[in-house]
T-cell receptor, first 116, second 113 residues
Framework: NAGVTQTPKFQVLKTGQSMTLQCAQDMNHEYMSWYRQDPGMGLRLIHYSVGAGITDQGEVPNGYNVSRSTTEDFPLRLLSAAPSQTSVYFC???????????????FGPGTRLLVL | KQEVTQIPAALSVPEGENLVLNCSFTDSAIYNLQWFRQDPGKGLTSLLLIQSSQREQTSGRLNASLDKSSGRSTLYIAASQPGDSATYLCAVGETDSWGKLQFGAGTQVVVTP
């Protein structure tokens, strides 16, 4: 298994440009999520999904869109990039297990985004 | 709103010493608590997950305890090695939407030879 993969690894954008960060997992996990990590602030949840066709907002959703058409993929779209979106973005996935509820979360390697 | 705090922000110990990392949270109504390790420029690796009904979990040299009533978790790493140098993050799983994690800012650990 490749686990959780993210592309690209690094991206530079100009203010106002749009782009999509890709995330895929091959573990058949129901749950997927996007976090951003900024210095000294830990990780903050942007959007999450509990299954194909179901998404919801996290703590910092403004400026980002998501969709989940398949179990494997959960892309994050930046609609109009701003310097405040300069960050490291992590995708994660998890399964519910037979007893219900989320289990161990698996993280991708991250995408470093710089918005000029 | 759940707040997760990790103190200290940074820690340096000589090789062989035991490491004690602290995590506190404000709302005791949690689903679970996870400890992660993050190496510079890398993603997060899950170390231990403690369900809310458990008091501790162990894996090799690592032991994590959970005290929901006091809103605390402690990660112990026995006989530290230079390879243990990394940032350690704790994250609390919420009960109202399974899978959502609230992270602390992390403790950066350096183990000197």
């Amino acid at each position: 298994n490749a686990g959780v993969t993210q592309t690209p690894k690094f991206q530079v954008l100009k203010t106002g440009q749009s782009m999509t960060l890709q995330c895929a997992q091959d573990m058949n996990h129901e749950y997927m999520s996007w976090y951003r990590q900024d210095p000294g602030m830990g990780l903050r949840l942007i959007h999450y999904s509990v299954g194909a066709g179901i998404t919801d907002q996290g703590e910092v959703p403004n400026g980002y869109n998501v969709s989940r058409s398949t179990t494997e993929d959960f892309p994050l779209r930046l609609l109009s990039a701003a310097p405040s979106q300069t960050s490291v973005y992590f995708c994660a996935s998890s399964y519910s297990g037979t007893s219900g509820g989320a289990k161990t979360q698996y993280f991708g390697p991250g995408t470093r985004l710089l918005v000029l | 709103k759940q707040e997760v705090t990790q103190i200290p922000a940074a820690l340096s110990v000589p090789e062989g010493e035991n490491l004690v990392l602290n995590c506190s949270f404000t709302d005791s109504a949690i689903y679970n608590l996870q400890w992660f390790r993050q190496d510079p420029g890398k993603g997060l690796t899950s170390l231990l997950l403690i369900q809310s009904s458990q008091r501790e979990q162990t894996s090799g040299r690592l032991n994590a305890s959970l005290d929901k009533s006091s809103g605390r978790s402690t990660l112990y790493i026995a006989a530290s090695q230079p390879g243990d140098s990394a940032t350690y993050l704790c994250a609390v799983g919420e009960t109202d939407s399974w899978g959502k994690l609230q992270f602390g800012a992390g403790t950066q650990v350096v183990v000197t030879p």
